[in-house]
């Protein structure tokens, strides 16, 4: 009996070390980073926003989120005027309203910086034994991600600390973002003129908003009500023709693969319309082509082929076609009428 518990001991421990003899260092690290990011999200979060942005951290933080508040509270009441205004629910005041007390119901989940001393409400105390360790970080996420599945109530979900895609849900009626957001350019927008930082940061952090926002009125959107309960029915059939016509726009030539994109493709157009008019009206600023250059620079990179199966359409699309839909655009850039950029037919939903 003793020596076969002491096999059972020894074996996975000796594959354990041979499975690690090859490895190289950068994926030993990688596997770390996992366990972090996994294990301990508000510890590796909190650590990367000092990393990044410096001592001072915790104060950009801090008007990072008083910003990001401002901006969600201007979004929503220029949202509001639109909706109020829109041909969509013309002589149709029931289902206007429908979509009145939505966006207002809508709240924001602002990312949350762990307390370093306490950690937090049921964090495990950890010792210096490192497997004691991922066992009680192991076990406290089963507990955690249990009580979710169950519907009990959670004070606190530390989300992946590095991701920088903010989401709307549905079922929530909300928008969330992530701490890695915070760590971006998009929150240091610090130009030498006043009117280029607030360009910028309507259309970095104020579009992204906006994005998330116009979700709630996208195709899915459309189908839950404002507690993000599914309500199929609730708009009236006129006021979905003619959100359909106007959407169809959405999947023209212009657009590859659109039958996937379009949901996409409607909140980056009609996001950066809703990001637009929100920086004009709220702040009497004229720097268009500040603020085009600023949402260009949101999708600089390169992303891996999918084959097809994304929900969203490439860099350059996103880019060109959602420019393309903006008269301003063109007027700013002097585009030659019918050209790429300026367009004959441009989607406009809202």
């Not at 996994?38 to 104060?59: F, I, N």
């Not at 005027?81 to 809508?106: S, W």
């Not at 952090?205 to 404002?226: K, P």
């Not at 996937?260 to 319309?273: F, Q, Y």
Request: glycine content about 8%; charged content about 20%; hydrophobic content about 40%.
């Amino acid at each position: 009996m003793v020596l076969s518990t002491w096999l059972l001991l020894q074996l996975p421990a000796y594959f354990e070390l041979r499975l690690h003899d090859d490895d190289k260092l950068g994926n030993q690290r990688n596997h770390c980073l996992e366990q972090l990011r996994k294990l301990m999200p508000g510890q590796l979060g909190r650590l990367q926003m000092q990393l990044v942005l410096g001592e001072s951290y915790q104060d950009v933080y801090d008007t990072a989120i008083q910003q990001i508040a401002v901006l969600f509270r201007d979004l929503k009441q220029q949202f509001e005027l639109v909706l109020n205004e829109t041909e969509v629910f013309n002589e149709d005041l029931v289902t206007r309203n429908l979509a009145r007390d939505k966006l207002r119901a809508m709240r924001l989940l602002t990312p949350r910086l762990q307390d370093p001393i306490n950690g937090g409400p049921g964090t495990p105390q950890l010792g210096g034994n490192c497997d004691a360790n991922l066992l009680q970080l192991s076990l406290s996420q089963a507990k955690l991600e249990y009580r979710q599945v169950f519907g009990e109530p959670v004070t606190s979900v530390p989300a992946d600390p590095l991701s920088v895609n903010a989401y709307y849900r549905l079922k929530l009626n909300r928008i969330e973002l992530p701490l890695g957001l915070m760590a971006t350019p998009l929150i240091q927008q610090q130009c030498s003129k006043e009117a280029d930082t607030r360009a910028k940061l309507s259309a970095g952090l104020g579009y992204i908003l906006a994005h998330e926002m116009v979700h709630a009125f996208d195709l899915d959107g459309l189908n839950y009500d404002a507690t993000g309960q599914l309500a199929n029915g609730q708009w009236s059939a006129r006021a979905i023709i003619r959100f359909g016509l106007r959407a169809g726009c959405y999947l023209g030539v212009r657009y590859s693969n659109a039958t996937l994109t379009v949901n996409e493709n409607i909140a980056d157009t009609e996001g950066l319309r809703l990001a637009l008019d929100t920086y004009r009206h709220r702040s009497g600023a004229t720097n268009l082509r500040t603020f085009f250059v600023a949402f260009a620079q949101n999708w600089c990179g390169t992303v891996a082929s999918t084959s097809g199966l994304s929900q969203h359409a490439g860099h350059a699309e996103r880019v060109n076609n959602v420019v393309g839909n903006m008269p301003e655009f063109g007027d700013t850039f002097e585009c030659k009428a019918t050209s790429q950029m300026n367009p004959v037919n441009k989607c406009h939903i809202w």
